[in-house]
């Protein structure tokens, strides 16, 4: 099982960025997916879930409206489409199958 987050980066407040996850070595098509975000010194947090089919989606308030998931079965893919980004969003991104999780990818943003 391999999953490889990339498209972090540095950006200024109220920009964005779009993470890519892409998987391998299972059946990402049967597998619900979730974005997990991790501050220094702090825990976990699940962001964002999507169902396997990509049909249904769920946030946590603080991203809802400005962040949107999203799959492609056929490219083994999960996305994180993230708008107006904010100072507290600069956490490592993770992408989760909820087995298992890539390296992540780090977001940084400046006010």
């Known amino acids: 099982v391999q999953l490889v987050e990339s498209g972090g980066g540095s950006v200024q407040a109220g920009g964005s960025l779009k993470l890519s ?4 070595g299972f059946g990402f098509s049967v597998y619900g997916m979730m974005w997990v975000r991790q501050v220094p010194g702090s825990g976990f947090e699940c962001i964002s879930a999507i169902d396997s089919s ?4 769920a946030y946590i308030d ?3 409206g400005r962040f ?3 799959r492609d079965n056929a490219k083994n893919t999960l996305w994180l489409q993230m708008n107006n980004l904010k100072p507290e969003d600069t956490a ?6 909820y ?3 890539g390296l992540g990818t780090q977001v940084t943003v400046s006010s």
Do not use: F, R
Request: charged share 10%.
């Open 62 to 64: 603080s991203v809802l």
């Open 54 to 57: 990509g049909g249904n989606e």
């Open 68 to 70: 949107v998931i999203s």
């Open 99 to 101: 087995e298992t999780s």
């Open 21 to 24: 996850c892409a998987a391998s």
């Open 92 to 97: 490592m991104y993770y992408c989760s199958n």
